[in-house]
């Protein structure tokens, strides 16, 4: 199976959609597919679950970077800052490594623990 984004303004993704690797032997004609499918000149570009291509899976609400060639999920808070080479948010420090859970507090930019 083959996945592909549809981008709208601002390279943001619109949605996703799967076709069989049949009807997209290369990204190129994946493209033309569904172009031809929908009757549109929309704007088309290639994803993978495994992030083999373009770094992440793009989601809806995702932005493609043309420079990077990399699918960015919105940015989940105002502290954290992008990896250059996953193109995934991190927060400022790490998350902590041990048995407990933890939610981000972006008013102290530290992890506190999940009591719930």
Known sequence: ??????????NKVLKVEP??????PTEQ???DFLNGLYKTND?????SYNGNIRKNYAGIGYKYDKIRDAFI?????AS?????????WE???????????YNWNETTKQWDVDNS
């Open 1 to 10: 199976m083959a996945n592909f984004a549809k981008l709208g303004k601002g």
């Open 19 to 24: 076709i069989h690797n049949d009807c997209a």
């Open 29 to 31: 004609a994946g493209i």
């Open 43 to 47: 704007v088309w570009v290639q994803t």
């Open 73 to 77: 999920a919105p940015k989940p808070y």
């Open 80 to 88: 954290w800052v992008l990896n250059e080479t996953t193109c995934k």
């Open 91 to 101: 927060a400022p420090i790490a998350y902590p490594d041990n048995e407990q859970n």
